[in-house]
């Protein structure tokens, strides 16, 4: 059978074994496996989030309510924008697969950093556009705004903080890039990593009410997975001006989220303790990280987020390193496949990262 | 902003208020709301279900494992199949985007029955193929093939049983059909209802073992979201060829399902005994609606599903007798959006179907 001819440019995805089983043939215990690989919430998720979802758990035969207003309107009171400003995806990811696929297409050209987060390549092949990718390891504006200008690239990627590397852009310099943008370039302000950023450092914050408020061509995304604590409901949002947001809706398919991940995502938004907490126990163990990394004498990205990232040293291949520690139960994320001699680590729990520098400090 | 032409032609999707509030605005207490529209499952989901997803509700934090293999395993058995024969998707309507996404585009035809499920011309119009319809309201094979050697579509859907009128098609026929049809077409066959059609009538049970084996271009769509009360969780599977499933893969998104979808779903796939007495409790349901249609001297369709369609008489008008219904409470689906004069019913609890009998007689 022939399928279309855009499919032959798409990488099958080869699903493997769980690589928690592939641990275990290894000989080691389940409970003496550690994934670090991920990035999800080392702290598990809210326990308001746990004891509302155990209450409906009966409720898993009905479908959810499909226009979400009451996950809609609690997005729309956090970041004071209208309810007609936001769209629910099942994931972030599933926003982005809208954008691309009601604004791309085979003949147009999508911009993103040399090393950001591997969906925007992913669902850009879905349409057959072609790839723009800068040079320079950070977000360089300068460098996006020049290729912009020869190329016109129909959408243009900004992951702030960015995935895998944890680095941030000013706030102030984004929105100054976003000025010199023509209005047609719809431009993504991916900001899945958002919470943790504007902890470390209000400089780095981005709101999506002053992008919505500023521009009509800016789409903000962010996320339930990372500082909420629930990767595994697989609920994000996107936040722009309205136009954009009805346009996206004509390619969201009825019920893209659970019944049970309306509920959580809605109670997570509520429980702004559990984020603080979580975002400060991050930016604590991340310390460890940073003196690891000094003691070690490897370069550490400054993070934003909840991960770090560890640049080896030419001597330290990073597929073996990723690979020895695979071997010992612990499983991070070798970012050959970026071009990076580097392994991204989540920062887990104070237990989990002792660990890891145990085991580290063995290979390294 | 411009958007792709394509979506011109897409419809927007105005989610309005949850019916379910709409209804209060009548004076009527949320206690007194009953919803016979959706074909959900009114025995609610399988205890065994509730008490695997209780047990892992502090894993919510956790991606699922996106090899999927406990529950492709489980339905490999089930249906005696290999593991590279199936593909899961966030409700089976996620498997008509990826196919309708893998094989057609603007320059497509795709052929489907005059009334059946609206997800395929939804999808359809994502990517602007042309859509053709059949002109009799229950599948006829010969009207399908006689458009298929004209116009060669590239997907044929065939609805069985079909969803909105009830009615399915002979499994012997259907595999005489699917021998005429080249190869290089694609043949779906949605068995959504299906574990209700095999109880009432044998003749009617397509086997996927049967497609798979005897079709290298035929696939089988299934759902936990009827018979197994999941409507709530989006899971759905195809069943194929390792080619085709090999392509749908490729878009598919990572963690296109959460992980309490995929611990629901493969122990509902274990526990039989629920489906068996939802199924048994339905057809003895559905022998009320029977009768009850006869005393009104209204048509029924002989339905295979979860649900009747009631085919009112020239003076009883669907959207009116709906709105009536609605106003005391009572949400069905008018179907006078598909060209019938007719309502669609879900069969509920023995209490919610006197309910309906005793609110319809008044406005029949």
Redesign the interface.
Known sequence: ????SK?KD????E????IELVVREFGIEPKDIIKLA?N??P???SKK??DG??KI?????????????ALKSALSKRFDVGVSNVIIG??S??VI?FLI?????SESKILMNSITFA?YE?YAK?VGAEILRTSSQEHDLDEFYKIYKEEKPSIIFLCTPNNPTGDAIEATKLFEFLKKID??T?VVVDGAYMEYALVKDSSKEVKPKDLVEEF??VIYLGTF?KAY??????VGYGVADA??I??L?????????????LE?ATIALGDEEFVNKSVVNNFNEMKRYEEFAKEQKIDIINSYTNFVTLCLNPNQISSVIADLLLKKGMIVRDLSSYGMNAIRVTVGTQEQNSRFFELASEIL
């Open positions: 059978m022939n399928f279309n499919m798409i990488k099958n995805y699903a493997g074994k769980p991920s999800e919430n702290n598990g998720c989030v746990q979802v155990s758990i009966s409720k898993m035969a009905l479908y959810p309510d499909d226009s979400m207003i099942s994931g990811d599933q697969e696929h009601a604004k791309a297409n969906m992913i879905h209005s047609d719809l009509d061509n997975s604590g629930l990767g595994g409901m697989r136009k954009i009805k346009e809706y004509k390619l969201r398919p009825p019920f893209n989220i659970t019944t049970l991940s959580a």
